[in-house]
């Protein structure tokens, strides 16, 4: 097996562990904090503060990677996952609760984006949408698989076991990490990254400006579903089965994304998976039963697997091989900007005019944050030198 080949796989295996972990405690989150007292604002400041200290940390992180290599980080980032994994346990106050999610949020900025910076370094650059959507696929059967698995555990027993789930596979994506990853040097790694080079990139400003939009529209709502689904009475198994079900089909399809996305306009792309997503968060408080979530979940996967391969190639070609941690840094730490609002906003629209008015919200914001990137981005393209 080639050096690429061997990043690649050992990446995505250990990534698929670490999400597996992450997507178990994903359906009962929620109710744990309700359970904790939290409501409106509150619950809205325990998902945004995960996003707050990712996101200050994002870029940090990303330009050390690029400095000092890949490894050391992710295994570091795993081991504090472990750590943090075991203390929502003991947490058993919303203050607590929110000093663990903080400190979780500092250990995802060191996992994921920096592996996926890792392989989009070693992809070749006319194959980059195939073989980060092929990457995507791993990522995202990790999380759709862990949202089952935490209603499961959670209905079997209780909301501690899902989070014990969650500290064991991660500890298996801690030892896949160690075994499998090699100590791979990033090109050019004596030289110093250039941040503000890539900031004055048209494109990648505004695809930074759309993550935004987007992760404060349809990504922060996400976290507003199983209270939705509680409300009109499914179970946490049906809960993780919804949650699920829309990270399926967005994994099973990610490849034929990218391939969509290296050979047409992936600025379209973008506009048009986000649009689908918007209907679907518009349409999901008109839901009464668990079939008709069940379908707007796959409707919400689809649209996933559109736009965000799109999103990856745009941003993953905007820099210099010397620069793609940095990149990747920007690009999701921009995502995280936005989940660090969202759910804030979501909370006091859901406190002040009721729940099915944050869904609206959510939808109308994804779609408006769509609809200018691609009229601001449809004439121009990237320069020949950064192709």
Not at 283 to 290: A, D, K, V
Not at 291 to 312: E, K
Request: charged share 10%; glycine share 10%.
């Amino acid at each position: 097996m080639d050096k690429r080949r061997q990043v690649f796989l050992s990446l995505s295996l250990s990534v698929f562990a670490a999400m597996l972990g992450v997507g178990i405690i994903s359906p009962i989150m929620p109710l744990y904090a309700k359970n904790l007292g939290a409501s409106g604002i509150w619950l809205g400041l325990i998902f945004s503060i995960f996003s707050i200290t990712r996101t200050l940390t994002l870029p940090l992180f990303g330009k050390v990677s690029d400095k000092l290599g890949k490894k050391p980080l992710i295994i570091s980032g795993l081991s504090l996952y472990i750590a943090f994994s075991l203390m929502y346990v003991v947490s058993t106050s919303i203050t607590s609760l929110i000093v663990v999610r903080a400190f979780h949020g500092i250990a995802s900025a060191m996992v994921v984006p920096v592996a996926m910076a890792y392989v989009a370094e070693t992809a070749p650059k006319e194959e980059i949408g195939k073989v980060m959507g092929t990457f995507n696929i791993f990522l995202f059967l990790g999380i759709g698989v862990g949202p089952l698995f935490g209603g499961l555990l959670s209905d079997f027993d209780s909301y501690f076991l899902a989070f014990y789930g969650m500290a064991a596979v991660t500890g298996v994506a801690l030892l896949l990490s160690i075994l499998l990853i090699p100590p791979f040097s990033p090109p050019d790694a004596k030289k110093d990254t250039n941040m503000m080079k890539l900031l004055k990139n048209r494109i990648f400003r505004l695809l930074l400006l759309f993550r935004l939009s987007n992760a404060v529209g349809r990504g922060s709502i996400m976290a507003f579903v199983p209270i939705y689904a509680a409300k009109i009475g499914l179970n946490t198994t049906q809960i993780g089965t919804i949650v699920s079900v829309n990270i399926l089909v967005s994994a099973l399809l990610q490849r034929k994304g990218g391939e969509l996305a290296d050979r047409s306009i992936p600025e379209l792309l973008v506009f048009i998976g986000t649009a689908i997503a918007a209907l679907s968060l518009i349409l999901l408080p008109e839901t009464i039963s668990f079939l008709q979530i069940f379908l707007l979940s796959v409707m919400f996967g689809l649209s996933s697997s559109i736009s965000l391969p799109s999103a990856v190639v745009i941003a993953a070609k905007a820099g210099e091989p010397k620069d793609i941690g940095s990149a990747m840094g920007l690009y999701s730490g921009s995502r995280g900007a936005g989940r660090m609002i969202g759910p804030i906003i979501a909370g006091a629209i859901t406190e002040w005019f009721g729940l099915r008015y944050a869904f609206y919200a959510a939808g109308l914001i994804s779609l408006i944050g769509a609809l200018v990137f691609y009229l601001a981005a449809k004439s121009y393209r990237l320069p020949p030198s950064t192709l």
